[in-house]
T-cell receptor
Framework: DAKTTQPNSMESNEEEPVHLPCNHS???????IHWYRQLPSQGPEYVIH???SNVNNRMASLAIAEDRKSSTLILHRATLRDAAVYYC????????????FGAGTILRVKS | NAGVMQNPRHLVRRRGQEARLRCSPM?????VYWYRQLPEEGLKFMVY????????ESGMPKERFSAEFPKEGPSILRIQQVVRGDSAAYFC?????????????FGPGTRLTVT
């Protein structure tokens, strides 16, 4: 099964953009790339997902490399409320719909 | 539109008792997933259900754990004869359709403490 690799932690200043990287070099052609985040003491929250093209929504942007072996979640202006653990997850054809969470990236936002 | 609801939010059980965790999916969602987060560990998939059917239970412990999603009412995760190692946060998620590209919406979780 394809795996994802993310930095353990990152730090950002408030009001600045944040680029959270994810490597998935063994991704298959039909795997979707999902991003979720988990704020302290809360359930995970869907952020964005994509297949091949870059995606934008009200929360974030997802930039997917042309070879799909990596992707970047972009928060355009970080706020203190964005401090969370961010998970990059691939959905596998044989895995059905279950989400396989890794350790994620702990994002700290400084005021 | 109400989100995924879970109750109780906190549950304390003594060793050997039963724990029942309930999950009401978002309106219009017929797919439910349960995940467990042990203290200081990551989220682990447990089971995926559709109405009246278990689709994937590959993450469920072999004994004491069961799940159901009846035609009417919430999904129930049942843990019999709880042990201290069952202490964790249990999250339920729902989605509107069974496709790999669709997002899952999570509830606030039930935090189970076994004394």
């Amino acid at each position: 099964d394809a795996k994802t690799t993310q930095p353990n932690s990152m730090e950002s200043n408030e009001e600045e953009p944040v680029h959270l990287p994810c490597n998935h070099s063994t991704i298959s052609g039909t795997d979707y790339i999902h991003w979720y985040r988990q704020l302290p003491s809360q359930g995970p929250e869907y952020v964005i997902h994509g297949l091949t093209s870059n995606v934008n929504n009200r929360m974030a942007s997802l930039a997917i490399a042309e070879d799909r072996k990596s992707s970047t979640l972009i928060l355009h202006r970080a706020t203190l409320r964005d401090a969370a653990v961010y998970y990059c997850i691939l959905s596998h054809r044989r895995g059905g719909n279950k989400l396989v969470f890794g350790a994620g990236t702990i994002l700290r936002v400084k005021s | 539109n109400a989100g995924v609801m879970q109750n109780p939010r906190h549950l304390v059980r003594r060793r050997g008792q039963e724990a029942r965790l309930r999950c009401s999916p978002m309106k219009g969602h017929s797919h439910v997933y349960w995940y467990r987060q042990l203290p200081e560990e990551g989220l682990k998939f447990m089971v995926y259900l559709q109405k009246e059917n278990i689709i994937d239970e590959s993450g469920m412990p072999k004994e004491r754990f069961s799940a159901e999603f009846p035609k009417e009412g919430p999904s129930i995760l049942r843990i019999q004869q709880v042990v201290r190692g069952d202490s964790a946060a249990y999250f339920c998620a729902s989605s509107p359709i069974s496709r790999r590209g669709y997002e899952q919406y999570f509830g606030p979780g039930t935090r189970l403490t076994v004394t």
